[in-house]
């Protein structure tokens, strides 16, 4: 599963330039004109995993055999140098599975584009983490969904929590720093927030909450994962006082109900992020990989700057959007509607109001354009399947033991 892009706060005007003239009054209006290149975008280098984690966006497990080969990838991020993309969000499926995973990262650290990435934690061995230790503009964030195995196994699959634990070990014995912690939120794992906190606290890293989103397999899930209502407010409150922690704007819809969460609280999709997909697909958003939502792909002509500079669906969404039925609501500049990609899975329109809209509109929606068994589903992607083309149902135990070394 993908890393959520985090809000950058700084922007420097002489090296980013909105595609419209700005008739902006602060920066979230600026920024929602679109930029001449993205501030951060994310980047699914495979879709192969070792992992079948039940809320898994882009649905991974086996390995598309169009990947974007090595030399298609240094060019990408040749791309992104040129354009001075701040950083990009690496994930998958489990990018370490790819073997040249390390020759990427360090051909983009060369080039000067920092890169975050997400890992399982299960292939990252003793010697990796030295080597991660040693690298400058790399962050790393080890994935985990729950305080203890009991609340993160179930999601991610047995043995998950203690193969990221020992990897955490690994990165904090090899003096990495202050990696990240990242936890996607679910009804199961509210209620360890302190105890989540304390973990990363244990090892001097930052925690990081994810907002759970109804793609991939979650499309199937969410129902059932979601956070409730009472703790969707017992989170804002928590996030209120711990300002420390991490969100990437996840949470955005959540400031209707007071003070703004930290963050630009905007949806930033074709205006300051995309996503790049395996096969070089380019997606408006990171959550939102649909075909409604494709831009172009990298191996066409001009590459990944032509997409992001002159796509017709990623200039629609940098117009003024519609701001439908939630433009009679008081806390609409609180949290601009929402998620598009909340809405677009569980068969809402874009201009109608989050499916977790704290005032409860999302619900009355759903019942509306979406009665029980018509909204969206899953397809099989590229889970893991058994030999009559079906989806193996996840999650998969993992073996744990020591990676090993290249």
Not at 58 to 68: A, I, M, N, V, Y
Not at 183 to 201: Q, S
Not at 248 to 261: I, N, Q, T, Y
Not at 312 to 335: H, I, K, N, T
Request: aromatic content about 8%.
């Amino acid at each position: 599963m993908s890393a959520e892009p985090q809000a950058a706060l700084v922007v420097a005007p002489e090296e980013r330039h909105p595609v419209a003239p700005p008739p902006a009054r602060n920066l979230r209006d600026r920024f929602a004109l679109g930029l001449q290149a993205p501030i951060c975008l994310t980047w699914e280098l495979t879709y192969a995993c070792n992992l079948a984690c039940v809320h898994c966006l882009s649905s991974s497990g086996r390995r598309d055999p169009g990947e974007l080969s090595t030399a298609e990838a240094r060019a990408v991020i040749d791309e992104l140098a040129s354009m001075q993309v701040f950083y990009v969000n690496v994930g998958g499926g489990e990018p370490m599975l790819r073997p040249d995973f390390f020759d990427l990262l360090e051909y983009a650290v060369e080039r000067g584009v920092g890169v975050k990435f997400s890992t399982n934690g299960t292939r990252l061995s003793s010697r990796h983490a030295r080597l991660l230790a040693g690298m400058d503009y790399v962050d790393v964030q080890i994935s985990i969904d729950g305080a203890t195995s009991a609340t993160n196994d179930p999601v991610r699959g047995a043995g998950s929590y203690r193969a990221a634990r020992a990897a955490m070990d690994r990165l904090a014995e090899a003096g990495f720093g202050a990696f990240k912690i990242s936890v996607v939120m679910t009804r199961h794992n509210v209620g360890e927030l302190d105890a989540l906190l304390a973990i990363a606290d244990g090892y001097g890293a930052q925690l990081r909450l994810t907002r759970l989103r109804p793609s991939g397999r979650a499309v199937d899930t969410w129902d059932a994962l979601h956070p409730t209502p009472a703790q969707q407010r017992l989170l804002y409150h928590w996030l209120r006082d711990h300002s420390e922690v991490l969100t990437g704007d996840s949470f955005f819809h959540l400031s209707a109900l007071g003070e703004p969460l930290d963050g630009l609280n905007l949806c930033g999709a074709g205006r300051v992020v995309c996503l790049i997909d395996p096969i070089g697909d380019v997606y408006a958003c990171p959550f939102v990989i649909a075909e409604e939502f494709l831009a172009g792909n990298v191996r066409e002509r001009g590459g990944f700057t032509a997409v992001w500079r002159d796509s017709s669906r990623f200039a629609a969404l940098r117009e003024p959007q519609s701001v439908g039925a939630c433009g009679s609501c008081g806390s609409y500049d609180a949290c601009r509607g929402g998620c598009m990609a909340a809405k677009f899975f569980t068969g809402i329109p874009l201009d109608g109001p989050d499916p977790e809209c704290v005032f409860g509109y999302g619900d009355d929606a759903r019942d509306h354009h979406a009665p029980a068994g018509t909204g969206a589903r899953s397809v099989v992607g590229h889970s893991r399947v058994d030999r009559q083309g079906m989806p193996v149902p996840g999650p998969i135990p993992v073996r744990f033991r020591e990676p090993a070394s290249p």
